[in-house]
Each structure stands twice: as structure tokens, then as C-alpha cells.
């Protein structure tokens, strides 16, 4: 028996124990540095993923470029060819994965495989990146899981979509506002700037607040994936319980750095509107 399967094999045990079940829409977030250190490859991980989920579920990995126009010498967004930013070594090489489909947008795209794959890549180019219309939303309403191995839930991409569900009224606000409100997108050679709905996530430096209060509340399960810490949580009971979260303190989410610009401006309009 070759030593990937076998790895692959030691991967899928791991997932299977943390709750990661055949059908599954999983969206998955990685730092593959204890992996790799361990001795895995990016590719024997997501072939233990997708094998855990089976044919009937569907793999979503964030593909984020963040292409906005105001970004000094920014590339310009080509779904086929532009590899995504800071996303992790999994993101790009699932990304050019044979049979792997990649949604438009040019700042939150996503790669997804399996059978959902075209469901939530499809259309994607002019809607709201993590909010209303975007992969994230569709994810819900399949009843995704969300696996992060290596990390926690301030790289939980699904939390921006729940801020946006919640109404809260600070969504306008950029991450940065040089950053503009267009994106950079290659087309037939030449770059165009996009319009962009004016919905961006913000900072998710406080998200890891929640780490604990959802395995308390077994929305989450932790457990060792390859030797890595992982968790897996349920998207729709992580979006209820962190709704009744916001209604009762409206800038739960929202880090206190006194030099973090969205978080700053969003509290700063919270306030203005006696929310807090």
C-alpha cells in the first residue's frame, strides 16, 4: 500500500472522528504548517476531504484576491488564472486542481469541487462577497460545516456572511477606504474597473472570542487532525447563536484596537446610531 494513501487514510480518520460526514458541504480553512511538519502534503489533505465527504458532498475553499482598484499595483482578477491572496497553501493548489470550478468575484472568490460545486461558483461576479448572493449564503442553505485545522474563528470567512444577516448597519464600511469601491478585473487583455456592492467584511480579529462558547454549546467539536488542532462547526446554529449574541451586544465582534480603521468606523457608527 503506498505511504499517501496511507497518510490519506490517517487524515480521513481524523476528520471522520471531528465529525466530518459523507454528503457534507464543507468549507475549509487551513494553515498547513503542523501538516506539513507532520509530513502530509497539501494534496493528501484534501483528498482525505473530499473522500470523507464523498459524492454527494461539496468542498469550498476560500480563493480571496482582495482585487480592489485602490490597491497599488493590483492584479487584476482573472477567475482562471489569478491565484488567490493569503489564503494558505490548500486554497491554491485546490484551486488548480483538475475538476475544481472558482467563482467570479473578483475580491471573495471561492474554488469548490463536488456536487454543489457549480451551485456555489456559479454568478458570483457582481454580488456581495461574503454577504447577501454570495457562495456563503448559498453554503447556508446547504447546511455547511465549517473545518479550520490550524485555526480558529477569526478565520472563520462564514462569520462576515452572519454579520450581514444580523442587519447590522455597519456593513458599508471597507476594510480600508483607499481601497476604493471597484475591483480590477482582466478582460480580453485589458483591466476594467468593476463596480463592487457596497457590502465588505471587516476585520475578524475579535471573531476568536467564540472558540470556546461554541464547543460549550456544541455548536463546535474539536480533535486532532493529523496531529493539528481542527474544529468543525455547524454554520446554522453558529449563525442563531451569534445573532442573539449581536442583538444583545451589537459590537461583539468588532475588535478594540484603538488603530484598526473598520472596526473604529463601525463602532464609531453603532454609537452614532445609539446602539451602543
Request: net charge neutral; charged share 20%; proline share 6%.
Amino acid at each position: 500500500m503506498p505511504d499517501n494513501h496511507l497518510k490519506t487514510s490517517e487524515l480521513r480518520a481524523g476528520l471522520q472522528r471531528i465529525g466530518v460526514t459523507a454528503g457534507t458541504c464543507l468549507i475549509a480553512h487551513c494553515s498547513f504548517k503542523p501538516l506539513k511538519a507532520a509530513g502530509f502534503t497539501p494534496d493528501e489533505l484534501i483528498d482525505a476531504m473530499l473522500e470523507s465527504i464523498g459524492t454527494d458532498g461539496t468542498l469550498m475553499i476560500p480563493t480571496f484576491t482582495y482585487s480592489y482598484s485602490g490597491i497599488w499595483n493590483v492584479t487584476p482578477f482573472n477567475p482562471n488564472t489569478t491565484p488567490g491572496l493569503d489564503n494558505g497553501i490548500v486554497s491554491e493548489i485546490f484551486r488548480v486542481r483538475k475538476g475544481t470550478l472558482r467563482s467570479g468575484h473578483p475580491a471573495g472568490s471561492v474554488a469548490a469541487f463536488g456536487k454543489h460545486a457549480a451551485f456555489l461558483t456559479s454568478g458570483r461576479e457582481l454580488c456581495s462577497p461574503l454577504g447577501h448572493g454570495s457562495s456563503f449564503e448559498d453554503a447556508m442553505l446547504l447546511d455547511a460545516k465549517i473545518l479550520m485545522i490550524g485555526v480558529g474563528n477569526n478565520r472563520n470567512s462564514m462569520l462576515h456572511f452572519v454579520e450581514v444577516a444580523s442587519g447590522l448597519p455597519y456593513n458599508d464600511i471597507p476594510f480600508r477606504q483607499f481601497w476604493g469601491n471597484t475591483a480590477a478585473v482582466e478582460k480580453n487583455g485589458r483591466t476594467e474597473a468593476v463596480p463592487l456592492i457596497p457590502e465588505y467584511p471587516g476585520c475578524s480579529d475579535n471573531f476568536s472570542w467564540l472558540d470556546k462558547p461554541l464547543l460549550q454549546e456544541g455548536i463546535a467539536r474539536s480533535g486532532q487532525i493529523g496531529g493539528s488542532a481542527a474544529f468543525l462547526v455547524n454554520a446554522r446554529q453558529m449563525q442563531d447563536y451569534v445573532i442573539e449574541r449581536i442583538k444583545q451586544k451589537p459590537d461583539c465582534l468588532l475588535c478594540s484596537s484603538i488603530v484598526c480603521e473598520p472596526c473604529s468606523l463601525r463602532r464609531q457608527r453603532l454609537r452614532e446610531l445609539g446602539l451602543i
